[in-house]
């Protein structure tokens, strides 16, 4: 939930009065932006919200709020990368504040790193022991992630065990199907259930791995589209520095050099 005071946002949310012709008003405080980017959480305006906050955030920079609310936005947006700055922007303006750890928390939460999730509600119960709402998610943290680690114990299992019966049934289907049967040694039909039960395993096993590699990079940065556009260190300190000016090109340059070329020849 979005805040408007350090109390929950039940109760501080207020409704800012709508625009004349729909038009932004930039003389808006502080507050009030933050009044109308909450207004736009509330009514599922997530990338509005965004944007109010944003405004709001260069007028009162130092605010962890307005850091928390558009982390919350980001969230809805599953802009994990962005929300989860925004979060760690608020734990950094005010480290005892219980709500910007129980933000960092519910990013993870949403990309399925539970346990990272469980020590920012650790966190958040220190600096706020009796909230129920904080206990409830940590407590649900929890059960996620020995719900993970079960799956992850289970699954590689899983996949041999279908492997075995896909093995099996591949020997049995040899034997009854073909007229002569290419698996007729009983180490040989072993020796095909153990191999596709590997394989099985393996399989399990590299989709567990995927989904590791997945969730991690949910949290990674985005990928900026514009860099190879964008000039280098090196081409800035080549050319005199971003800010600097280039010395003014000497039109005659080139026609000097080629009158003395023409006298060396001579």
């Given amino acids: 939930m979005v805040e408007n005071a350090s109390k929950e946002p039940s109760e501080s949310v207020a409704t800012a009065p709508e625009k004349e012709g729909g038009k932004a008003n930039l003389n808006l405080s502080a507050d009030e932006l933050k009044d109308e980017g909450n207004r736009c959480v509330k009514a599922g305006n997530f990338t509005e919200a965004i944007l109010h906050y944003s405004h709001a955030i260069k007028l009162s920079p130092a605010d962890p709020i307005l850091y928390s609310n558009r982390s919350l936005a980001f969230l809805k947006q599953q802009q994990y990368f962005y929300a989860n700055e925004d979060a760690d922007r608020a734990i950094g303006l ?10 960092k928390a519910e990013v993870h939460m949403a990309v399925g790193h539970y346990d990272t999730a469980l020590l920012s509600y650790g966190k958040a119960l220190q600096l706020q022991p009796q909230d129920m709402g904080i206990i409830q998610a940590a407590r ?38 073909a007229d002569k049967p290419t698996i007729r040694y009983t180490s040989l039909m072993v020796l095909v259930v153990l191999v596709v039960s590997a394989i099985g395993y393996g399989i399990a096993k590299l989709i567990r791995y995927y989904t590791k590699l997945q969730r991690k990079g949910l949290l990674d940065p985005p990928l900026n589209l514009l860099e190879d556009f964008l000039p280098t260190k090196e081409e800035d300190t080549e050319n005199g520095g971003p800010n600097e000016h280039k010395p003014p090109r000497n039109r005659y340059s080139k026609a000097q050099a080629r009158q003395r070329f023409k006298k060396g020849k001579t």
Wanted: aromatic share 6%; hydrophobic share 45%.
């Fill in 94 to 103: 005010n480290p005892t504040w219980a709500k910007g750890y129980f933000r």
């Fill in 140 to 177: 649900k943290s929890a059960e996620l992630s020995n719900q993970d680690v079960e799956r992850e114990k289970r699954m590689p299992v899983m996949g041999a065990g279908i492997g075995c019966v896909v093995g099996m049934a591949i020997v049995m289907a040899d034997m009854l199907l």
